[in-house]
């Protein structure tokens, strides 16, 4: 199973306080053995591996009344977070209960590894750190720096904001 969703270059948005704006451009999802190996692409020049980050959230039940409620009418059950400058990316379940009191929307369950190259960064994800998901899922992945005192500030939302989550099927 594959999902495969493209940005145009050039639509990330900018902020005085970062240099060069994180743009995405592409983001794939294989899955294949129990694993979904996701690959972010970004415009060439804009990936910093010092500064940028990456949310991938994922809609596993494809239900956007489950999970927390995203853009798009997706329902984030799990996100994957990663910062450049680390070799792992956390990944997380949806608390939806713990979101309404204002407490932390999402709990750990994991971490994977990343693979950096010139301008896009890779991961795979065991199945079985998402509820042993069939691998049939939304995604959509947003890339943002963190700014002092440690406010994220997005820049760009594959697919861009409004337009349905990409589906793995």
Known sequence: MRGDVSDPAGDALSDPRVPVAPDLVRATADVVAG???????????????????????????QDGSTGIQQAGGMGADYNIDLAAG???AAITRADPASCAAHLSCFVPVGSTALTFAADSVQMIVPLS????????????????????????VVFD?????????????
């Open 35 to 61: 694993n979904i190996t996701f690959v972010i692409q970004f415009a060439p020049g804009t990936l910093d591996r010092q500064t940028t980050r990456v949310s991938v959230l994922l809609d596993a039940d």
């Open 86 to 88: 680390t070799s792992q």
């Open 129 to 152: 750190l998402l509820g042993n998901d069939d691998g049939r899922l939304s995604f959509q992945a947003s890339s943002y720096v963190l700014v002092a005192p440690l406010t994220p």
């Open 157 to 169: 939302v594959i697919p861009d904001r409004g337009l349905q989550p990409a589906r793995v099927q």
